[in-house]
């Protein structure tokens, strides 16, 4: 039934994309193929950028002597709780007249951002924390005497680096890149608000006057996906068993010398641009909003509460019924190895891959079409939904991770004192799970809290959460209001990233 | 002979903690060195810093007549010469066995047949090509000494390196690494906790206790003649005994024993090898059985003497006692003494039982 749900937005896509034909004529004229490659070109490109920068700044900041390593460990994942449109956003507001570089250099003249250049580098400085993590964290599970057996056979740091930890760290480099990729296709903001054409801004400028071609492209857009997941898949299971892992004392680390100064620039500057010239922009546009006449900036704070608590709380239904509903299909696949749940695990994923612009375009079309559930568009189930269809995935990967972690014998041994089925899930399975369970409601609760294009054509009238509100805020140029509303979603994913992610990675070290 | 390492006032801190403890010790070329200890006591720590993982805090280490960590020096274990053995065998699971042995040697034209050189010394012939997780516990470790040995360096370090197999499997491959090391003609270090391990495979022995060396010997002088009480109860079972020295002889609780260091008086301790304490049935006798610990080709008696204090008797597989018969102790041959202030709580070496 779980897996059904899942399918669904997949199949309705196919099955009303056949209906309507004129598929491939849409898929073959120049509407699709320009905004197709720009996709593909984006996303393969800012992927590549990616894993280069983030591996460098992993390996920086847990192998070097880099001076403040432990506090860069932190900042320099941080980047990864600016959703793409407000960092675009600042971008645009630090360029425009009177913006950030205007006030403090004088540049006055500086040409508007937008195109291939700026998606790029606005996406890459947002999005390389997707490869750093796995990259920073696969570092750090590393057997120290690995490299250590290679330093006393007589390698540099540099040498070992390329010939046996770069190579123990592909798997995490390849699935970070993966993300991103999957990130900038189905990004909507950040290339919509930069002008930069791909196959999201097509769907949504298409969806209302030309249904049938924002269906086919959308469908495109899921193939894509589709297809980079497979592959990736496919060549990751050949690693399985080439893979070292063991916890172990502090690994080795590398002198820098003289690239030092250097590499602390480098790391600086990633800061710099990516964390705190967002911010800074963000707090001069609110500061100038707050201090010339608020009402007629559009500036209330009432405008900021609503938004705040619509989306702190559907976040947390979200995320609550996304665990609910995986865990079922993680304990399938983990205790039971049963080709159900196998199934199910791969329809869960999937929709990971597929774009929240395509989730919801699919059901927002099905809702419009079936007459039972018609009543539902545009109403809180609905679009708590379509997040944990697209979602769900993050859940799954920390559910099974918590299902396996709880040894089986502790089970046996419950049974074995007569607890029964109930009983033993409330007391031992449940409790044990919990952190775990809790990392990966965690999870959906941050990228629900950033999702831009699925809320805007799913949220009931009226109910704005804080990325619609920046968002509506840009599109009447309200940037004070816009900048308040994108300081508290920055804070707030702020606080819960570190609580999830930095903070394993920070005890690691200790 | 030449000496491969020299180690002097060496000393290493983790935080509060002295990890090593003014440490001195000469390895020569050529030879076997077991460094024994209880866990904690420093001893891999003193092999990481030997390798060049860890930059001690304070001493020196001269590695085959040149200064790799001194006050002002210290250079990387890259450039030393030193070959790791793992405990985990820490090999690089992407490469073939071929490749992991060949790693280290520098010399692109050579390196086909040193790897097959290697392969051939440790059993492993025509195997290059496998993965590591295709081999078993013991193969692994062959492939891990192979690749150490390979680029010939002038001292080679095992840390552990038998814990990783399972009882029935490690006497077999002690022997076989004994003989690898021997025909490489390599000079070796090796940490271990396990004194059996120690004493077969050794040349000598370092036995290290809280960050400090307290005897280096051979083997047998180890066992025979330790210069401390902890190296008498940890290297081979020993109990020991409270006792009045005078002259050549103690008395104890078990009579008068004869000793092998005849310039000690007043209060000692002895040490009791149980191999050299037989029990006779004798309803007036000192002590009385405790328990007894039955291992088939022989058995360990623990008899309770009247003041408390324990000693064990190893004796031959007729079970000739039960717990609670009342028996007579005697010791054959000299013992060995050591000066104490102290009580005898304070006599039982708190690791003794490892």
Not at chain 2, 91 to 107: E, Q
Not at chain 2, 225 to 239: C, E, I, L, N, S
Not at chain 2, 278 to 298: E, K, M, N, P
């Amino acid at each position: 039934m779980v897996a059904a749900a899942f399918a669904g937005p997949l199949v309705y896509l196919v099955v009303r994309t056949a209906q309507e034909g004129g598929a491939p004529e849409v898929l073959r004229s120049e509407t699709a193929l320009g905004p197709l490659t720009r996709t593909l070109l984006l996303a393969a490109t800012t992927a590549v950028a990616c894993a280069l920068l983030g591996t460098t700044l992993a390996w920086l900041v847990m192998r070097t002597d880099l001076p403040l390593r432990r506090l860069f460990r932190v900042l320099v994942a941080l980047p990864l709780v600016i959703p793409s449109f407000v960092g675009a956003l600042a971008l645009i507001a630090a360029f425009a007249r009177g913006g950030l570089l205007d006030e403090l250099f004088g540049f006055d003249a500086l040409p508007p951002v937008r195109g291939y250049w700026a998606a790029f580098a606005t996406l890459t400085l947002l999005s390389y924390p997707y490869v750093y993590l796995p990259v920073a964290a696969r570092l750090s599970a590393l057997p120290p005497s690995l490299e250590e057996t290679g330093r006393s056979l007589g390698r540099s740091p540099a040498q070992v680096f390329r010939s046996l930890v770069l190579p123990q760290a592909t798997g995490a480099i390849a699935a970070g890149a993966l993300l991103v990729f999957l990130y900038v296709i189905s990004d909507f903001g950040a290339v919509s608000l930069l002008r930069y054409d791909t196959l999201t801004v097509r769907i949504e400028s298409a969806r209302l006057f030309d249904p049938p071609t924002a269906l086919a492209l959308g469908l495109l857009l899921a193939v894509v996906a589709l297809v980079v997941v497979m592959s990736e898949r496919g060549l990751s299971r050949r690693r399985v068993n080439t893979e070292a892992v063991a916890a172990g004392r502090r690994p080795l680390q590398a002198p820098l010398g003289v690239w030092k100064a250097p590499a602390l620039a480098l790391v600086v500057g990633v800061v710099g641009i990516a964390l705190v010239a967002p911010v800074a922009v963000l707090a001069q546009w609110t500061l100038r909003g707050l201090g010339e006449d608020r009402a007629a900036r559009g500036v209330e704070w009432s405008d900021l509460w609503q938004p705040l608590l619509n989306t702190g709380g559907i976040a947390v239904v979200t995320a609550v019924v996304a665990v609910a509903v995986v865990l079922p299909v993680a304990y399938l696949t983990t205790r039971h190895q049963s080709r159900v749940g196998a199934v199910a695990n791969a329809l869960v994923v999937a929709g990971f891959a597929l774009p929240g612009l395509v989730i919801a375009l699919a059901v927002v079309f099905w809702v419009l079409r079936a007459p039972l559930v018609g009543g539902l568009y545009q109403t809180f189930p609905l679009l708590v939904f379509a997040y944990v269809v697209h979602f769900g995935a993050q859940a799954m990967r920390a559910s099974q991770v918590a299902v396996s972690g709880v040894p089986r014998r502790l089970g046996d041994a419950a049974r074995s004192l007569g607890s029964g089925r109930w009983r033993r899930l409330r007391t031992v399975d449940l409790p044990l799970m919990l952190p775990g369970l809790g990392a990966g409601a965690g999870l959906v609760l941050l990228s629900t809290m950033k999702e831009l294009p699925a809320t805007l054509l799913l949220a009931p009238t009226g109910f704005d959460t804080l990325a619609t509100r920046i968002w509506s805020a840009t599109e009447s140029a309200y940037f004070a209001r816009a900048g308040l509303s994108a300081l508290a979603l920055v804070a707030l994913s702020g606080v819960l990233t570190w609580l999830l992610t930095i903070r394993r990675l920070e005890r690691l070290d200790a | 002979m030449r000496t491969i390492v020299e180690l002097r006032e060496l000393t290493k801190d983790f935080g509060a903690v002295r990890a090593v403890d003014r440490v001195d010790l000469d390895v020569r070329e050529g030879e076997v060195l077991a460094l024994l200890g209880p866990s904690g006591c420093g001893k891999t720590t003193t092999l990481r810093l030997v390798a060049g993982f860890e930059r001690p805090d304070a001493g020196r280490i001269v590695l085959d007549g040149e200064e790799v960590a001194g006050s002002d020096r210290f250079v990387a274990p890259e450039r030393r010469r030193v070959g790791v053995v793992f405990q985990d065998y820490a090999l690089f699971p992407h490469l073939t066995v071929g490749h992991n042995v060949g790693y280290g040697v520098r010399d692109r034209n050579a390196r086909d047949a040193r790897v097959a050189e290697m392969l051939d010394l440790v059993g492993l012939t025509g195997e290059a090509a496998r993965l590591p997780h295709e081999l078993s516990g013991g193969q692994q470790q062959r492939v891990a000494i192979a690749r150490a040995l390979a680029p010939e360096p002038a001292l080679i370090l095992l840390d552990e390196p038998f814990s990783n197999l399972d009882a029935a499997l490690r006497v077999r491959v002690r022997g076989e690494v004994r003989a690898i090391l021997c025909d490489a003609a390599a000079t070796a270090v090796f940490v271990t906790h396990d004194q059996e391990e120690a004493l077969s495979l050794a040349d000598r022995i370092a036995v290290m206790r809280a960050g400090r060396v307290l005897q280096v010997d051979e083997p047998g002088t180890l066992y025979a003649h330790p210069t401390d009480r902890f190296v008498a109860t940890f290297v081979g079972d020993a109990d020991l005994l409270p006792g009045r020295a005078d002259g050549d002889a103690v008395t104890t609780a078990v009579g008068r024993l004869p000793t092998t260091n005849g310039d000690l008086s007043g209060d000692v301790a002895v040490a009791l090898r149980p191999e050299r304490v037989s029990l006779r049935l004798d309803g007036a006798g000192q002590g009385v059985v405790r328990g007894i610990t039955y291992f088939g080709h022989d058995q360990l008696v623990e008899v309770g003497l009247e003041d408390g204090a324990r000693v064990r008797s190893r004796m031959g597989p007729v079970r000739a006692f039960e717990p609670g018969d009342r028996v007579s102790v005697a010791v054959t041959g000299e013992v060995i003494a050591f000066r104490v202030s102290g009580t005898l709580n304070e006599l039982t070496p708190d690791l003794a039982s490892e």
